[in-house]
């Protein structure tokens, strides 16, 4: 092929696969969280039928990730932290569709889908707290990749989610894992 085309073929591949890539759920944790042995994005439940709309729900996740939902003219950013009762997630109704409605009143969105368990809401948020403070640094030192003010990072948790945003912010600035590298230096606490 002559070295044009080859060239504007090269180029309209690297495009499509930026934009496959644009959707694709952040890791929270740069290899296995804190206390976990495997690396598991989760299972989603069946649909229940009489649902309408339908609820999506992921159970047995371990490996804790994020999705990004920026707005057009963003003016300020928040962590969406979905409820579930910490056996799962609650990705859409509480979690993707809450960032589509803040993205409206320009609030870019960040929903996590953190660590799932089956231990009770007595002890079931430790994991998701992990998540969500380890969640919040690299937010906030990407903030500028993203457009965003780093001084307005907010937080957003729907039932077992609020009691996750609640215990981070009273945790204050104390982090409840070992820092693991440089991201753990950047604030996790929300504005």
């Known amino acids: 092929e002559p070295p044009m085309k080859t060239l504007f073929t090269l180029t309209v591949l690297c495009l499509a696969s930026v934009d496959l890539f644009a959707d694709e759920p952040l890791d929270v944790w740069p290899d296995l969280a804190p206390g976990e042995t495997t690396r598991s994005i989760g ?3 069946p649909f229940r039928p009489e649902e ?3 609820v999506t729900r992921v159970v047995n996740i371990t490996r804790p990730t994020m999705t990004v939902h920026i707005a057009d003219k963003p003016n300020g950013s928040a962590v969406i932290l979905p409820g579930g009762g910490f056996a799962k997630v609650v990705a859409d109704k509480e979690g993707t569709e809450a960032a589509e409605w803040l ?11 953190y660590r799932t368990s089956d231990e009770g809401p007595a002890v079931g948020w430790k994991k998701p707290l992990q998540d969500a403070q380890r969640a919040m640094s690299p937010i906030r030192a ?6 965003l003010d780093r ?3 907010g ?3 729907f039932s077992a989610g609020g009691q996750v945003a609640a215990r981070l912010l009273c945790a204050r600035d104390k982090l ?6 440089e ?6 606490r929300p504005d």
Not at 103 to 113: C, E, K, P, Q, W
Not at 142 to 147: F, I, P, S
Request: glycine fraction near 8%; charge should be negative; avoid cysteine.
């Open 103 to 113: 993205n409206t009143h320009g609030v870019s969105a960040f929903v996590l889908s």
């Open 183 to 188: 991201i753990d230096h950047v604030s996790h």
């Open 176 to 181: 409840t894992y070992d820092r693991i590298d």
């Open 155 to 157: 937080l957003v948790g």
């Open 142 to 147: 990407r903030a500028d990749e993203w457009g």
């Open 151 to 153: 001084e307005r990072i």
């Open 52 to 54: 309408i709309p339908r």
């Open 43 to 45: 299972e989603t439940l």
